[in-house]
């Protein structure tokens, strides 16, 4: 009767992996539980998680190609756009997030257009190697649109490029889905916690890392400046990544900000504590709800989880 903070398998956001193929279920060694999916056990695993009670998911794809400019992740019949068509005629009533970095799908791992005497784009004045802001803004907007087009319910830019949200704003309304809206990685950091992430999606970078575009783990009021520019340019969903270590930055937006927040419990998060439980350290059916009932608590509206399913059912 007392009890301040529940938890719902509806407060969950389960992401998923998919790849080409028939009859995959690839497991990622790192993240115990999770699966690469091809896109019939994706839907095997999205009726799954809807049996339970769990009624979003984010797709991150593995293409068949890379290249510079990650193409396969704007091609209508890639492996994302393909992977919403299969699962809104599966379960039209799941809400499908798409994920829109560029990282799985590009030969160099980068959330963006790298700068290279080979790229039509390339700044002299910048130093090779450097994530091109504005030109990368061009593809997310032309990306947003093609998975809006194959379904997607919410379109969820991840890159961290400055003006990305307005940028796919202005095209998802040119293009006539103004009602689609915007989950920004508004307060994502540069964290060591991606790794296993990195893993299941194919994504490490190629060469050094992403601090250029993600945030310093040490600042707070940048992330508050990040959330209010994301907000005037229009994004409807506020996101903090990761999730356990940042529980400071949910709390001040909690208190500062009116839009849905999410908070993404990251790979990491879920490999710590599937390691330290299988060593037989922490009881894991408990460490995992109370880690998921530390997130919302400190004021997330949305958990994006991987144990989304395994805590739907111990919640019923």
């Not at 890639?78 to 039209?92: F, M, T, V």
């Not at 506020?238 to 400071?248: G, Q």
């Not at 599937?274 to 509206?301: F, N, T, Y």
Request: charged content about 20%.
């Amino acid at each position: 009767m007392v009890q301040e903070t529940h938890l719902h398998p509806d407060d969950f956001i389960y992401p998923l992996f998919v790849r080409h193929g028939e009859g995959v279920r690839h497991p990622i060694p790192s993240m115990p539980g999770q699966f690469q999916l091809s896109l019939d056990t994706m839907i095997q695993e999205a009726q799954r998680a809807w049996s339970l009670g769990v009624r979003s998911v984010i797709l991150f794809g593995i293409p068949q190609h890379k290249d510079p400019h990650g193409a396969e992740n704007y091609d209508p019949h890639g492996i994302i756009p393909s992977a919403i068509r299969a699962l809104k005629q599966a379960l039209p009533e799941m809400i499908v997030v798409s994920d829109l970095c560029m990282c799985e799908y590009t030969d160099h791992g980068h959330c963006g257009v790298i700068n290279t005497p080979e790229e039509p784009a390339y700044n002299p004045n910048l130093p090779v190697g450097y994530v091109l802001n504005d030109p990368t803004l061009d593809y997310l907007s032309k990306t947003a649109v093609v998975h809006a087009r194959a379904g997607a319910d919410i379109i969820a830019p991840s890159g961290m490029m400055d003006g990305m949200v307005s940028a796919i704003r202005s095209g998802l309304d040119a293009a006539g889905f103004e009602h689609i809206p915007i989950m920004s990685y508004a307060a994502k950091y540069a964290s060591a916690l991606y790794g296993p992430f990195r893993d299941a999606a194919e994504s490490p970078p190629s060469f050094g890392d992403r601090s250029q575009y993600q945030m310093d783990p040490a600042n707070a009021r940048e992330a508050l400046r990040e959330v209010a520019i994301d907000i005037a340019e229009g994004a409807d969903i506020i996101m903090v990544k990761p999730a356990s270590f940042y529980l400071d930055i949910l709390t001040r937006l909690k208190a500062d900000v009116s839009l849905p927040l999410a908070a993404y419990q990251v790979s990491g998060e879920y490999a710590m504590i599937k390691a330290a439980a299988a060593q037989g350290w922490l009881d894991e059916p408990r460490i995992m709800l109370e880690s998921l009932l530390s997130i919302k608590r400190a004021g997330a509206d949305m958990i994006l989880t991987y144990f989304a399913t395994q805590a739907a059912e111990l919640l019923g």
